[in-house]
């Protein structure tokens, strides 16, 4: 009974305050979800999707990192809404597993754009300077979809159990003006999007397969036995589990970082 009381609490949150009313403190709405099951969270997260694009049509777009999460929000997405575009971002570094599965799912979804910098940079960038790395890398061509798409709304697989970087996000968020960024998998665990990917068949990069937990470039990620999901990006440095800037960055062309 405590599952249904909570539902429907989250179900008279919507009614009340409407899809934007998680711009407002988010602490309420973690408690609720936290007590929902993998079913109720699963149509919740739809539901998110579906309301955004109610409001936002095309100019919804879903990133795609090729990564669990972002496979899972992406499934959840088509099936949300079918006619929903998206975007990947590669870089000159991801492993091959990682390009050769990105082929895969282009193919399979044309509706995907590919952006990449093939801008010429320092060699061994990631090394001395890898937050200006990721910037030129990742973080512009996020802009340069963002821009050419037309976005006002991108939906991420971000989720607030990753690691410590990621635990003060919202669901719903409007870090640029204008930019609304959805994150439908925040409150998700790590065990439940691997039970969303194997109850739907999701296709899955086969990186995961040889132990590792998050996925970025090659020489910035490693294998670790530690507990935070993130724990083997950017390892040994500053930046060790840190963020490519993506989401820590404004994203709206023409506005200083």
């Known amino acids: 009974m405590q599952t249904m009381r909570v539902a429907e609490l989250d179900r008279e949150k919507f009614k009340k305050g409407g899809w934007m009313s998680l711009l407002d403190n988010n602490d ?16 919740r997260s739809m539901r998110l999707i579906e309301e ?12 795609n990192s090729l990564g669990k999460d972002s496979m899972a ?4 997405a088509k099936r949300a809404v079918p006619k929903i575009r998206g975007f990947v971002v590669t870089t000159r570094y991801k492993p091959q597993g990682t390009k050769e599965f990105m082929r895969k799912v282009v193919e399979r979804y044309p509706e995907i754009k590919v952006y990449a910098n093939d801008a010429e940079i320092p060699e061994r960038l990631y090394e001395t300077d890898p937050d200006e790395c990721c910037r030129i890398l990742k973080v512009e061509p996020v802009r340069w979809a963002i821009d050419e798409m037309g976005v006002d709304c991108w939906v991420t697989g971000l989720r607030s ?3 410590r970087t990621r635990t003060d996000y919202k669901e719903v968020e409007e870090r640029d003006k204008g930019l609304i960024k959805l994150n439908p998998l925040l409150l998700w665990k790590e065990r439940e999007v691997w039970q969303y990917l194997a109850l739907y068949q999701v296709p899955v990069n086969p990186l995961y397969k040889e132990g590792y937990r998050s996925l970025g470039c090659d020489p910035c990620t490693r294998i670790t036995n530690e507990e935070a999901e ?6 040994n440095t500053s930046k060790c ?3 490519c800037g993506i989401h820590t960055r404004p994203l709206r062309a023409g506005v200083a970082d």
């Open 161 to 163: 159990t990753e690691g």
């Open 52 to 63: 955004a694009y109610e409001r936002y049509g095309q100019r919804t777009v879903v990133a």
């Open 230 to 235: 993130r724990a083997g990006r950017w390892l």
């Open 73 to 76: 929000v992406w499934d959840l």
């Open 241 to 243: 589990g840190g963020e």
């Open 28 to 43: 309420d709405v973690k408690e609720l979800v936290e007590k929902l099951n993998f079913k109720e969270k699963v149509e």
